[in-house]
């Protein structure tokens, strides 16, 4: 399998104006609408609901989401509630516990950590895809600049 390709404005490489009128097409026919990122799935627990409501607002404004990235951006704000959930119970409890073993007992990481950090993990994962790191953020803002210089320059010539 290739390597994931790279949205037009993102391309560093010489090209035909043929082909960066293709990509281009190619482009707008992949956006989709998104009507359906208003209301969270229903499925999403009300740790989960807030965090889809805080982030939809600022997502819309920078429109790299659709309606067929609803998944993506639901398994984000489902590892945020779990990572929540988890790292308030290890504000109440030890970092290390006492584990009984066949040979006695040993002083072992709370199991709840790796909990944690599981679930840190899935959102950053997740976050990725949906554009909430500021590496995929920037390059959103680059393909939106890219665009409005293209539309300038096809009707001012400059």
């Known amino acids: 399998m290739g390597r994931p390709r790279?949205?037009?404005a993102l391309k560093t490489g010489d090209m035909k104006i043929?082909?960066?009128q293709?990509?281009?097409?190619?482009?707008?026919?992949?956006?989709t609408n998104s009507d359906q990122l208003d209301t969270p799935p229903d499925w999403l627990n009300?740790?989960?609901?807030?965090?889809?409501?805080r982030l939809i607002v600022d997502l819309k404004k920078i429109d790299i989401l659709g309606n067929l990235d609803i998944n993506n951006l639901a398994g984000y704000c489902n590892a945020y509630s779990m990572y929540r959930k988890a790292s308030e119970?290890?504000?109440?409890?030890?970092?290390?516990?006492k584990k009984q073993t066949k040979t006695g007992e040993r002083i072992v990481i709370n199991p709840l950590i790796d909990v944690q950090k599981k679930y840190a993990e899935e959102m950053r994962r997740f976050g990725a895809l949906c554009g909430l790191t500021f590496d995929s953020r920037l390059k959103a803002g680059i393909?939106?600049?890219?665009?409005?210089?293209?539309?300038?320059y096809e009707k001012f010539g400059i």
Do not use: F, G, S, Y
């Open 6 to 8: 790279k949205p037009l």
């Open 18 to 20: 043929v082909d960066i």
């Open 22 to 31: 293709k990509r281009q097409q190619e482009e707008e026919a992949v956006k």
């Open 46 to 53: 009300e740790t989960a609901c807030r965090e889809w409501d």
């Open 89 to 97: 119970e290890l504000d109440n409890a030890d970092l290390t516990v």
């Open 143 to 152: 393909m939106k600049v890219e665009k409005q210089q293209d539309e300038i």
